[in-house]
């Protein structure tokens, strides 16, 4: 157990309203990741953070927006949520020391109707 | 861009079976390779991390192998069992800028019958 909550776990929501997921880790590791998986695309990364404010954007981040202002907390945002953007949504964690090693939370299931 | 394959998509043995999943990737230039498995409806569990300068690692029943320059890696399971049931991902970790993330396959659905 890497000590990853993602919160809600199961969320339907609109089209046109903003949703934000919440990935919560207990133990201040520096690498925090977003990644969707879909049928057919497998899992594919959103952005991802290397320390607290700092993150960049991995494949598929188009619709989407992050923030890290504590270590232990990293926020995902749909600012306008699309249908497209139903899926289910991953957190990740991993260090340097680790050989950089990724570790999941449970994933948040997003229905956007 | 680095691409990741996982054949076949579907696998069904029966229980007590040695079986090898298979895992290829089109860019030799990685840091590492992961094995993950993944329970419907669930997260994923890392199973084992192979290190660019290494040739295998072992972890109980599992014994996962890298050839870098051929692009192929594989998933080794002893003597399998109904629990070992999930679907079986690979992801690596590339050399080139951005290698903070992982490209993954798209698994390897693994069913042992009893």
């Known amino acids: 157990d890497a000590g990853i909550t993602q919160s809600p776990r199961h969320k339907v929501t609109e089209t046109g309203t903003p949703v934000t997921l919440r990935c919560h880790q207990t133990?201040?590791?520096?690498?925090m990741y977003w990644y969707r998986q879909d049928p057919g695309h497998g899992l594919r990364l959103i952005h991802y953070s290397y320390g607290v404010k700092d993150t960049d954007k991995g494949e598929v981040s188009d619709g989407y927006s992050v923030s890290r202002s504590k270590t232990e907390d990293f926020l995902l945002t749909l600012e306008s949520a699309t249908s497209s953007q139903t899926s289910v949504y991953f957190c990740?964690?991993?260090?340097?020391?680790?050989?950089?090693?990724?570790?999941f939370g449970p994933g948040t299931r997003l229905t956007v109707t | 861009k680095q691409e990741v394959t996982q054949i076949p998509a579907a696998l069904s043995v029966p229980e007590g079976e040695n079986l090898v999943l298979n895992c290829s990737f089109t860019?030799?230039?990685?840091?590492?390779l992961q094995w993950f498995r993944q329970d419907p409806g669930k997260g994923l569990t890392s199973l084992l991390l192979?290190?660019?300068?290494?040739r295998e690692q072992t972890s109980g029943r599992l014994n996962a192998s890298l050839d870098k320059s051929s692009g192929r890696s594989t998933l080794y399971i002893a003597a399998s069992q109904p629990g070992d049931s999930a679907t079986y991902l690979c992801a690596v970790r590339p050399r080139e800028g951005g290698s903070e993330k992982l490209v993954f396959g798209k698994g390897t659905k693994l069913t042992v019958n009893p």
């Open positions: 860019d030799s230039a990685i840091y590492n």
């Open positions: 192979i290190q660019s300068s290494q």
């Open positions: 990740a964690i991993s260090e340097p020391e680790w050989g950089y090693e990724q570790y």
């Open positions: 133990e201040n590791h520096r690498y």
